[in-house]
């Protein structure tokens, strides 16, 4: 068996193999809608949804080592900005994709600014509050459309094409999570990216070494509340309705959950684990209430016996 | 109602809110100044800890009734069970990830919280339970003000249970090894101290706490649910920061400070009732930012 995972993880490793693993990968994900029937293609447009989540959070937890506890806050800011603005004030859906990002990452930096000097565990907490204000507030508001949330938001067009049928949003999240994965890769292999492992291993010799720990967890905070607010931008016009019970604390988890188990800061772990975290109450949907509990039992087995995740980033 | 009846009663309101903040509050404090463990299931076992009370009570009620003696014995039946239940969670997901990240163990504790909610939410489809009592609605009145007995016993209950665990902590050999383990831990493990059996007594009292708050709030609002749990673990949270983390007298000063900042804080105009997390949430983030060490902790130089 030892034998058998090395040979494949040697095989996987290299460089050719890898291309055409990813090259078959994405041939089987273009050419699902012609075999997959709606109940299956709506499945998979959401763990689309959740890998560009997921990947957005990983940024914070996996490379910079935040523990972030309200993701779902900046998904919601992304959100309601293109509800409000395409619903109430007529923009066009595309022009709010700019503005839910200057949003979201104002966001980021207002939550992230103040907070990053603070010790993981109080981070947490903080996050997790903020989280809570933001939904609170969309609650609480006329213009975000109070407990009942906004309804009737109008689907985009694209060049005159209007995209209305659930194989059309297909297409869109996936082009949005293999940007999310081609993103998220450039930026592990990037200057940043080494400063934040850096920071993530050692936050003082790090920073010894002239590295801005706080600037540096800044960024990480800033561009996973960007991914996160994209892909809020995109739910809101798929659902055509939201409210604030989408974002509630549990979305955060869920989200977190998809990064932990396939593997913290490691991207074909992540998408494991969005994978698994769409796909496991599918498949267990006879279990009926039970599910949410087994599945959060097998997230204790796998955190007692495999902390690092399903598949580990490799540590060197 | 005049001015003053009004803060009167909201006086009373922010007692007995901040007495059930401050019991989960010393069950947050002392697990983190034991072993620096936020431990996000503690809300769970608070809201566990009503629910197994509401069972309990449920059984023994045809023998000795639904009020203040039946509701007593559940609640001592319900603090050993339900703490005997944290120490096994200690065991079995805490202990193992001592030496792992940090990061690691936050994220078992949050798998632990998950566990107890979904059971719960399993076993009780999801329903608010009524959780019946006879108490009735006799109380005294002040001006206009009227205050029942059963908000009196519940904050007098919960003051005198803060008052024996001071008295177990700072009186007792247990208590002194607790306070020794705080500070450094190997340091007591040379003096022979068995610190593992005082980490699983920490949990013990803590928890035992948490359900001790749990059904105290079932008798109280009269009905239970599985994600109770989820705000009050919050705002407990706050009040051990508050207070200072790590201190005892913190946690109950925080959670009665809290209570009152609450009641009171709903008088506020634009401010109400629907704001009234949001103002909780934000006393908590600007707290951590600006006086992370509280009104009664000590200052701290974190070494990752």
Redesign the interface.
């Known amino acids: 068996m030892a034998n058998f995972s090395t040979i494949l993880s040697e095989w996987i490793s290299s460089q050719k193999n890898r291309m055409s693993i990813l090259l078959t990968l994405a041939g089987i994900a273009m050419f699902l809608p012609l075999v997959s029937s709606n109940y299956g293609l709506e499945v998979m447009t959401n763990v689309w949804f959740y890998v560009m989540l997921c990947l957005g959070l990983n940024i914070v937890?996996g490379y910079a080592?935040l523990?972030d506890?309200g993701y779902a806050a900046f998904f919601a800011v992304g959100a309601y900005t293109t509800g409000i603005l395409t619903s109430q004030f007529g923009v066009n859906f595309w022009l709010t994709i700019p503005i839910a990002v200057g949003c979201s990452a104002c966001a980021g930096f207002i939550i992230g600014g103040?907070?990053l000097r603070?010790?993981?565990?109080?981070l947490?907490?903080?996050t997790?509050?903020?989280g809570?204000?933001v939904r609170?507030?969309a609650?609480?508001l006329e213009i975000t459309g109070g407990a009942s949330g906004l309804i009737g938001i109008e689907r985009p067009s694209i060049f005159g094409f209007q995209l209305n049928q659930i194989v059309h949003f297909y297409y869109v999240f996936l082009i949005l999570a293999i940007l999310a994965c081609f993103v998220s890769y450039r930026l592990q292999h990037s200057r940043l990216g080494r400063a934040w492992q850096y920071v993530r291993e050692?936050?003082?010799a790090a920073e010894a070494m002239g590295i801005n720990r706080v600037a540096v967890k800044l960024y990480a905070y800033v561009i996973g509340a960007i991914f996160g607010g994209v892909a809020g931008c995109f739910f809101a016009v798929k659902m055509t309705a939201i409210s604030p019970e989408t974002f509630m604390?549990q979305q955060s988890?869920l989200i977190?959950l998809g990064v932990?188990l396939g593997g913290?800061g490691k991207i074909p772990g992540v998408v494991i684990g969005a994978f698994a975290l769409v796909l496991f109450p599918e498949v267990f949907r006879d279990l009926g209430?039970?599910r949410?509990?087994v599945?959060?039992?097998v997230?204790?087995i796998i955190?007692?016996y495999r902390?690092e995740g399903i598949w580990p980033a490799k540590k060197s | 109602m005049s001015i003053q009846d009004i803060l009167l009663q909201q006086l009373a309101n922010g007692l007995i809110l901040g007495s059930f903040y401050a019991l989960v509050a010393l069950g947050y404090t002392m697990v983190y100044g034991i072993i620096k463990l936020l431990n996000f299931a503690h809300g769970d076992l608070y809201m566990l800890g009503s629910f197994v009370g509401f069972v309990i009570l449920s059984i023994l009620s045809p023998y000795i009734g639904n009020s203040w003696a039946g509701i007593l014995c559940s609640m001592v039946l319900s603090m050993i069970a339900v703490g005997l239940f944290g120490v096994l969670i200690q065991r079995i997901a805490y202990v193992p990830m001592l030496s792992a990240p940090r990061l690691s163990i936050l994220i078992t504790a949050l798998a632990v919280s998950m566990v107890l909610y979904n059971g719960v939410m399993a076993f009780t489809d999801g329903q608010y339970l009524a959780f019946k009592t006879d108490l009735g609605f006799e109380g005294l009145e002040f001006g206009n003000v009227f205050i029942t007995y059963t908000q009196m016993i519940l904050v007098g209950a919960s003051i005198i249970l803060m008052i024996v665990l001071y008295l177990f902590v700072h009186k007792t050999l247990y208590g002194k090894a607790m306070r020794a383990i705080a500070i450094d831990q190997d340091a007591c493990r040379l003096m022979g101290i068995n610190v593992n059996k005082i980490i699983a007594l920490t949990f013990f009292i803590g928890t035992s706490l948490a359900a001790a708050a749990g059904i105290m709030a079932g008798t109280y609002y009269g009905s239970i649910h599985f994600f109770m749990g989820f705000v009050i673990g919050l705002k407990a949270f706050t009040a051990a920061v508050i207070g200072g983390i790590g201190s005892i007298p913190g946690a109950m000063l925080g959670g009665l400070l809290l209570g009152l900042l609450e009641s009171f804080g709903t008088q506020i105009p634009f401010i109400g009732t629907e704001w009234k997390d949001v103002f909780s949430f934000g006393i908590l983030i600007l707290l951590l930012v600006f006086k992370p060490t509280g009104i009664l902790g000590k200052t701290e130089i974190e070494r990752m």
Do not use: H, Q
């Open positions: 937890v080592g523990l506890l103040p907070t603070l010790r993981s565990d109080y947490a907490i903080v997790l509050g903020f809570e204000i609170l507030i609650r609480n050692d936050e003082d604390f988890v977190l932990v913290m209430s039970m949410m509990l599945f959060a039992i997230m204790l955190m007692l902390p």
